[in-house]
C-alpha cells in the first residue's frame, strides 16, 4: 500500500488524477463511486486518453452521488461518454434516507495480475483530483483479494438496486438542476486572509455556467514563467523548455512520461478555453516539451518570437497564454522580458516571477480581466 497526500503548494505532489490514470492502463475492468462530480472532473478523468484506451477493451461502472454539487453540465457530459463507450456503464444514486449523505470516493482496477484499490478524501471534480489537499491510497491486490473487492462490489450494487438510478431519469435530472452551480468568488473583502488577485470580473452570459472555475483561482505569491517559445519545426506549439525548468517549474519528471500537465489557456477576451491534459514528454534527444493547443494551426510569426506566461495555479496544473506580435500587449510583455534580465538557454530568453510582480508591469494581460 502507498499513501499519498495531494498538495497543491508543493510542485512535485502526487495527483489522484494521476493515480487513477496509471492505474488504468493494462486494466480489463473496474467500477467506483464518487459523491460530488463536476462536468470538468469527468473530463479530466472519463475524458482521457488513458481512460478511453482502456474502456475500449475493457469495462468500468460508476456510481455517482447527487446529494449535492452534481449539476446538469455534469450528467450531460457523463451521458456523452457513456454513449460513445459500450463498456463505461454510469448511473445515479438516488435515495431518500433523511440525514444520510451518499459520501464514498473510490475506485477498483482488474487486470491480470490482480488489481489496484484507490480510496481516498477527492471527489471527482478538477479541484478534488488536483487542486485540493487531498490524502488517498494506492493499494496493490493479488488475484484472491481482487475477487473479494468484486464479490463485495457486486453485493453492494445488488443491495443499493433500489437507489440506483440511470443518468436519464427524470427525478435524477430534477435534482441535479436543484443543486447549487459552482462559481469561483474573487475579492479581499470575500476571504480576507487571502492575498487574492484583484482582477475584473466578467459576467457569463444568461445560461452559461464555467465549471470548476475556483479550481483555477491565483494569489499574487502564485510563481510565474515568461519565457520565448522557439521555432521548433512546422510544430512550433509543441513549446520546448530546458530540463531545469521542466523540473523546477512545471514539476516533471524526465523519463516519466505518465505524469500529466493541465494547462488552460486564457483568451484575449479573458474566457478560458478547455482544459488540455498533456503527458510531460521528455526524449532521448534532451527535448523537454507540452503541447500548447491554443498554438496549433497558427504559423510561427516573422516580426519577433511568441511569448509564453505560465502562471502555477497548483501542481503541474497552470494557467496560461501566447503573446504574439500582433497582440495589444505584446509590447509590454516583450518590454518586462528584457528588462528584467531574462535567463538566456539556447538563445531563449526566459525569466521567473510571481503574479504580483507581472500584473505590476504588466496591466494589460487577459489574466486580469477573467470572464467567472
Known amino acids: 500500500m502507498r499513501f499519498y497526500l495531494q498538495d497543491p ?3 512535485y505532489s502526487y495527483s489522484l488524477h494521476e493515480a487513477l490514470l496509471q492505474a488504468c492502463v493494462g486494466a480489463e475492468s ?5 459523491a460530488f462530480v463536476s462536468q470538468d472532473g469527468v473530463k479530466l478523468l472519463l475524458g482521457d486518453e488513458a481512460f478511453r484506451s482502456f474502456v475500449e477493451s475493457g469495462t468500468f461502472k460508476l456510481v455517482v452521488g447527487i446529494d449535492e454539487i452534481t449539476n446538469e453540465n455534469a450528467l450531460r ?9 459500450r463498456g463505461l456503464d454510469i448511473v445515479a444514486f438516488l435515495h431518500d434516507v433523511r440525514g444520510a449523505l451518499f459520501h464514498p470516493k473510490f475506485t477498483w482496477f482488474k487486470n491480470r495480475r490482480g488489481g489496484m484499490l484507490i480510496v481516498g478524501s477527492g471527489n471527482l471534480t478538477a479541484r478534488g483530483l488536483r487542486r485540493n489537499w487531498e490524502a488517498f491510497s494506492t493499494v496493490q491486490l493479488d488475484k484472491r483479494e481482487m475477487k473479494q473487492i468484486e464479490a463485495d462490489w457486486d453485493g453492494w450494487i445488488a443491495h443499493q438496486g433500489r437507489y440506483l438510478k440511470s443518468i436519464d431519469d427524470e427525478a435524477v435530472l430534477e435534482k441535479a438542476r436543484s443543486n447549487l452551480r459552482h462559481r469561483a468568488v474573487r475579492g479581499l473583502e470575500e476571504e480576507p ?6 482582477v475584473v470580473r466578467q459576467p457569463l452570459k444568461e445560461g452559461e455556467v464555467i465549471e470548476d472555475i475556483e479550481a483555477w483561482d491565483f494569489t499574487n505569491l502564485n510563481d510565474v514563467l515568461v519565457a520565448e517559445i522557439p521555432r521548433s519545426g512546422d ?5 520546448n523548455f530546458d530540463v531545469g525548468t521542466f523540473k523546477e ?3 516533471a519528471t524526465p523519463g516519466d512520461n505518465s505524469q500529466r500537465i493541465l494547462l488552460r489557456h486564457v483568451k484575449n477576451d479573458g474566457s478560458f478555453s478547455d482544459i488540455e491534459s498533456r503527458p510531460s514528454v521528455s526524449v532521448k534527444s534532451h527535448n523537454y516539451r507540452f503541447e500548447l493547443e491554443a498554438a496549433a494551426g497558427l504559423d510561427y510569426p516573422t516580426g ?10 497548483s501542481s503541474r496544473m497552470f494557467l496560461y497564454l501566447i503573446a504574439m506580435p500582433s497582440d495589444d500587449y505584446y509590447p509590454t510583455i516583450r518590454g518586462f522580458l528584457d528588462s528584467r534580465g531574462a535567463v538566456e538557454t539556447d538563445q531563449v530568453k526566459r525569466i ?10 504588466c496591466a494589460n494581460l487577459p489574466f486580469w480581466n477573467i470572464i467567472e
Do not use: H, S
Open 9 to 11: 503548494t508543493i510542485p
Open 30 to 34: 473496474g467500477g467506483g463511486a464518487y
Open 77 to 85: 457530459k457523463l451521458r456523452e461518454l457513456r454513449d460513445m463507450y
Open 193 to 198: 486572509q487571502r492575498e487574492l488577485v484583484q
Open 235 to 239: 510544430r512550433w506549439n509543441q513549446a
Open 249 to 251: 517549474f512545471f514539476g
Open 304 to 313: 519577433g518570437r511568441p511569448i509564453g506566461v505560465f502562471i502555477r495555479v
Open 352 to 361: 521567473r516571477t510571481n503574479v504580483q510582480e507581472l500584473q505590476g508591469n
